[in-house]
């Protein structure tokens, strides 16, 4: 495998077409079990503590549904820590993503981390609710290293501030 | 071991393997100048992501393949703007005084296209929108006496730069509309996020005269038209995520938004082809020939690249050809000239794939640096058919 | 499609599939600080030599893999300066104020190894020796007081930065020598292009109060040293491109060469085995262990990565194992501990690949970027295993 | 082939191994010429003007003997022309490199052209004479671009000055 696919295999779109295709399978299989039709596909619902499941270093981790960038998991940090020595953006884009783990929609913040050069691990581009920069709440193209010392980006977050309005 | 065969052989090599040629004269080191642009000159932005604060920006001939010149253009790639004669290349550039921290600058900087060096700068507010690179974060006016640099902290601005006098003029209020998509010698449109266009015209010496807005022609939330778009005279075409193109008039009185019209029919949509990329769009404008980067793929693909370019004659919204693409494609521009060149490229394969931008034949790869190469351009109409009034795909 | 799917089954999804487990909390944002270092911290600086005015230097635990943080270390990247406690980071950077034009400024930037940001900087004469990144072209005191920063114009000198004081001290004029070898508390050796070394002595306020020099060592016409050395306690091992070790002695008085020692029996020599490398030579100091990156090839190939390490006994200067790399090193560090660990890696591979420096086997590929590293650090002995007294690998 | 593989091909150590196992037999070849051995290895030496062989853009390119960086014949200059706007070093190291097309050898002056980031294209490193830097006039590692208005790297020439010295 070559370094660019190897560089891209840790993103990208290979990976975020697998988890939407997965995501809309769960999708569908909710609405038919609403119908009361039992699919293998669910996730299967245990009573306790908050859940959630999968690598945060992997792009196909849940929170990730919407982001755009280098993941701060594999630079330092974690999915809602900076790095050492970088700066949290106080604003930033919206995403909603379902935890497969408890079936239920969470808005997550794709807060970046700012103040040193790109990371450059574990690139992640994921488009799922993105809109155009003329909406900048829900756009991860923006350069959200605003409101910051300076603009210069490193890393995303996906922090979980809530659960998504039904 | 050579030394004991050399030492049965002791006649100096040199002595007898004296050529009858004559020796290499020496020679002077010297600086190349560029000619006169040619039509199929294209420019490669590289936002080189994993070191942005030292950015380039490539030329190269479309029919050699050779590259012939290098823009070091500073942090946060976008494009550059073109003066309609190519006499100069216009760059929006960031910097800090210790590169990724101390204090920011934000610049126009101007570039001679015959020495290709630095010859100026303009010092804009230190609010130039970055991020993933866009097309649409600059643009010119038709006379090439105004660059317009969009702002987003994310307060929405546009900043606006005399390179004739080289000085900075203002900055404009924008709220809700961003990007800069000029429409004539003294105005310029963004789109905004209530489904409209604004239009600004600015006086002569480049101050707010006047704003109109459009009627609402698209649905932000439902079926939002994408940032990357194309010109052809006063008309910009913007495309919806599901492949519906808006047209939009800017020849006079308020913008007049066209109604929509299909990329797709109904079982293209069906089968789930999309637009997708960086700048997927790009148009030849003396023919009325568009170009869009297809791929297939569920919500959220907008920004993926395609192995098709779909060709769409505008006057009769008919498509054309299928163009299958070397490689995927993200950005792709084509040239102004009678025999076109299309150039495809993708930030994550560092190359540029030109092609016959009538018959879709693959002509040449060129291998890069460019590492990642984002935005593609090529030269201006105005600068090598003679045709101001046309203006040139951006 | 699935619209009519769900016209079947109207109950709203969520109301049905909500789950027993408690929703998830919400969580506030922060930002990590590194705990106390580990024998197992690498260190890979990243000269990015596509972006170069945009390097990095990463900081990764050995045991996991993990990345733990990053600096962002301007243009020009060779190496950094670690405190002996390794409370701090002290890194030569060359800046420009508008990147790659304007003003020039070469520092010494202070990082704090807590929060990992930038707590300082000493501005130095702009004149720091860039090109293929060396180990060399900077040191240390052996008390972390001042760091030296090696200059070539191709006029040679050595700046002198009070990292206590925060202040540039002087600068050694060094004519015909160059590099930074650190010998003590308040000295630094050079090597000469007569073949000697010349040793520095410093007043305690980091001013030059004396100068020695070696006798001659080594013939830089017919087998010179290469730049690259290893320091245990007053020892310099210096290694010549056909691969003579000369160790130099820097214990009182002179400089004082050793009897020069061979890395190759005749028929290894004959066979071609060779040194290569940007930084190829490593020691673990306690054990008096030597690791060297081995290659076979012509003359001409002193620079070329290796695909064994070689391992010596410093005392008795036997071979005493063969590393079979994973993938060709060009440079390599060992950590200072009694499990130590060897780092290897090549600007044209970016990852770091890590090795048990005791048997050779590898412990796992830590995938870049870095994306072209190429010098590889490991920490102070001083910081983990209390021995300031042994000057570890540099 | 993998990019960086592609990236090293047209530098580096392979070509330059290759050149110098030519180089090598081609001496060898004309040592034991010395001896009237006759042999094919030897460059057919034909009257006239001056010449030389091969592709600027090749590593392998005979003038490259000592190099180390981007050719600037793949950057919009050539062998002996810095590329638009950039500036020559006045300074830098020198190697000597044998013509195979008229069998002589030249003293080749390989001057760095400056004030722009790297050209990134054709990389090439060859280390024959290669010294180490206490041997500046003959050192490839240094950054040559001294003494000009900055020290920003961008391409390498190899500029003809002289035959070397019998």
Redo the contacts between chains.
Sequence with gaps: ????????ARST?RV??AT??RH?LS??G??????TVALPL??V????????AGDPESCDYWRYCAI?GFLCS?????A?????????SP?TWIGTCR?D??????VI?Y?D?C???????C?C?????????????KS?????C?GTT?????CS?A?????AA? | MIASLAGQAMVKPSAMAEPSAQPLAPETLRVEELGPPSPHWLIANDANFLGYMDSKVYLFDGDSGAMLAMISAGGYRNSVELAPGMSHVYSPETYYTRHTRGERSDVVTLYDTVSFQAVGEVVIPPKRATGMPNRHYSGISDDGRFVYVNNITPAMSVSVVDVAERRFVTEIETAGCTLVYPTGERSLALLCGDGTVQELTLAEDGTLAQRRRSPQFFDAEADPVTEKAVRVGDRWYYFSFDGWVHAVDFGGGAPRPAPRWSLFDDEQRRENWKVGGLQFAAVHAASGTLYVVIHQGGPGTHKDPGNQVWVYDLATRQRRAVFELASPASSIAVTPDAAPLLVAASPEVPALFVYDARSGAMQRVIEGPPFMPTIVQTVPAAAVVGEAATAGSP
């Design positions: 495998m070559n370094w660019l696919d190897r560089y891209a779109r975020a077409q939407s295709r809309f999708r569908l909710m609405t038919l079990a609403g119908a669910l996730p619902a245990r009573a306790g503590a908050p859940r959630e755009d594999c630079c330092g940090g974690s809602n820590s900076c790095p050492p020595g970088t700066e949290p604003v935890n783990a408890d079936g239920r929609d969470y913040s807060n981390c103040g040193k050069s790109a990371c450059g691990r690139n581009t994921r488009n799922e609710g993105d809109r155009p920069v003329y909406q900048p709440s991860n193209d923006i350069n959200w605003l300076n603009n210069v980006y490193h977050t922090v979980v501030i809530g659960r039904e």
